[in-house]
């Protein structure tokens, strides 16, 4: 969850246009395809999308895991992870609304969960997500997909697997809009002095 | 939202997420871990000048799953006049920090007084007050409503849903009942339509004025309305002489008149759900029968009252500036 998802941008020529639609589908394609080569297969794996553009990304790259290993299926690979509760900046904003937590199958114990981001900025959200994933049981391991890095870390955490590297200065937004929640796909910089 | 004083405050946007919020929090309380860390390093106080058992059990544990401090404050034989004591008891929690104040108090009012008069400066919450108001009593007993009966009798997502339409007979002791009064004001914000059924001596004066219809007999509203769901009202014999205290002849004669029996559930449409604030006065306002059966949800309500009142805890406490454009980046 997280990008600056703020309402005051409007069409696209209010931001630099960083990734298409295709660009999009290649990144995501790749992800899966590093997947399961990482994990020998994706016997074991779940990937749990966090709210809200998580998670059209994680059902995303389910299709193309199916669509490379037909053993598996997407219902039983998706879930998704909401981790407003365990946050750590609740009181500096206003009450968020609170997501679905939903887990596919016989849960996550022992299995490999990969989480789902569009956008890994301070890595605040993944400690929050780590924290609720530790509440829901314990996976064997846990990796982490995001679509866009763009730096300015405030914790010890990394991704796994990056769609596009994306330097950017801290006065900078990132917007990454998705065809299921906004109706196209689009990364897009804006705002900031470069 | 600052305060939660009264059911009739709320508007049916914030209403609805209320619904929302308590249904995912009731998500995570069918987790094997139920406790959240979101309210860490809050205090809330539960200030009890009432009997009550289910109310503040539900309270502090809803608080407490989300990781507050909880402090029971019980004001039972206190010999200090009202005003007074619950003026000194709220500078008091004051200075302990208290962020929330769930207060239960005999006086209708007493919560309004207290969140207005600048003694604490924390959020409260209205427990029950006097024969006022119990609004999250009216929550938890909506929320039940909306599982059970709104989308395909709770199989479909019901996320944003209001109660539209359907049909809420409220029978019994409606006149001593702060749980009538708060249903009345939210089911009808929220799009249901309410009966009141009850003895005229026990129906208040002014009822015209409330947001849903008045009946003096049980059998009609049950036979020409088919209710969706029927909520008994405990008869509230602390609050009258013994033997009903002239409101009715006799315990026998209310039973036959207004008690829900297993004859009485049969009339009911098959979908309709029965509901109780709890606690019961078995063989009086309902039958063993009526308890016991299937369509009775009264346990599950307690279930529901601890999500509820996690929901109402969270939307007060966990935000903290006030509205602004600025999001969190990841």
């Known amino acids: 969850m997280g990008t600056s998802t703020s309402t005051t941008g409007g069409p696209a020529e209010d931001g630099n246009l960083v990734l298409g639609p295709p660009e999009i589908a290649r990144a995501l394609t790749r992800i899966a395809h590093e997947i399961l080569e990482r994990n020998k297969g994706g016997a074991d794996l779940v990937l749990l999308g966090i709210p809200t553009r998580g998670l059209p990304l994680a059902r995303r790259l389910a299709e193309r895991l199916v669509a490379v290993e037909p053993g598996l299926s997407a219902a039983g690979l998706v879930g998704s992870l909401d981790v407003t509760m365990h946050r750590d900046d609740l009181a500096q904003h206003p009450t968020r609304p609170i997501g679905t937590t939903r887990v596919p199958g016989d849960g996550i114990d022992g299995r490999v969960v990969v989480l789902v981001d569009d956008v890994l900025f301070s890595g605040r959200t993944i400690r929050a997500a780590l924290d609720a994933i530790s509440d829901l049981g314990r996976p064997r391991a846990v990796q982490l997909a995001a679509l866009v890095d763009r730096g300015h870390r405030e914790l010890p955490i990394r991704a796994d697997y990056v769609g596009k590297n994306l330097p950017t200065s801290t006065t900078e937004r990132v917007r990454v809009l998705l065809d299921e929640t906004d109706g196209r796909d689009a990364v897009l910089i804006e705002g900031g002095t470069r | 939202m600052r305060h939660l004083l009264s059911a009739g405050d709320l508007t049916p946007a914030e209403a609805v997420t209320i619904l929302d919020t308590a249904a995912q929090m009731a998500a995570t309380q069918e987790r094997e871990i139920k406790k959240l860390p979101t309210l860490r390093g809050r205090t809330v106080v539960n200030l009890f000048f009432e009997d009550s058992t289910r109310t503040r059990i539900s309270f502090e544990t809803a608080a407490k799953r989300l990781s507050a401090d909880v402090i029971n404050f019980s004001a039972k034989g206190s010999s200090v006049s009202k005003g007074e004591s619950l003026k000194d008891t709220a500078l008091t929690l004051q200075a302990m920090g208290a962020d929330a104040v769930v207060i239960r108090h005999q006086a209708s009012g007493a919560p309004h007084t207290l ?155 098959d979908h309709a759900i029965v509901l109780h604030p709890g606690p019961m006065n078995r063989g009086l306002e309902i039958s063993a029968d009526a308890a016991d059966s299937p369509r009775a949800v009264i346990v599950e309500q307690v279930a529901n009252g601890v999500a509820v009142r996690m929901a109402v805890l969270y939307l007060l406490l966990a935000g903290g500036a006030p509205a602004t454009n600025e999001r969190a980046d990841a």
């Open chain 2, 115 to 269: 969140a207005t008069s600048g003694w604490t400066h924390g959020a409260v919450v209205n427990a029950g007050d006097g024969t006022h108001q119990h609004p999250t009593q009216a929550l938890l007993d909506a929320y039940t409503l909306r599982r059970h009966l709104v989308g395909d009798g709770g199989r479909s997502d019901v996320t944003g849903r209001d109660l539209e339409g359907l049909k809420v007979a409220i029978v019994g002791d409606v006149l001593h009942s702060r749980v009538a009064r708060s249903n009345v004001q939210l089911l009808h914000t929220l799009g249901a339509e309410v009966t009141l059924v009850g003895p005229p001596t026990l129906v208040p004066v002014g009822v015209g004025a409330w947001t849903a219809r008045v009946s003096y007999h049980l059998d009609e509203v049950i036979a020409d309305e088919k209710p969706d769901a029927v909520m008994m009202l405990r008869v509230q014999r602390e609050r009258m002489s013994s033997a009903g205290g002239g409101f009715f002849p006799s315990p026998l004669e209310y039973t036959r008149g207004y008690g829900l029996d297993a004859r009485r559930l049969a009339a009911l449409p």
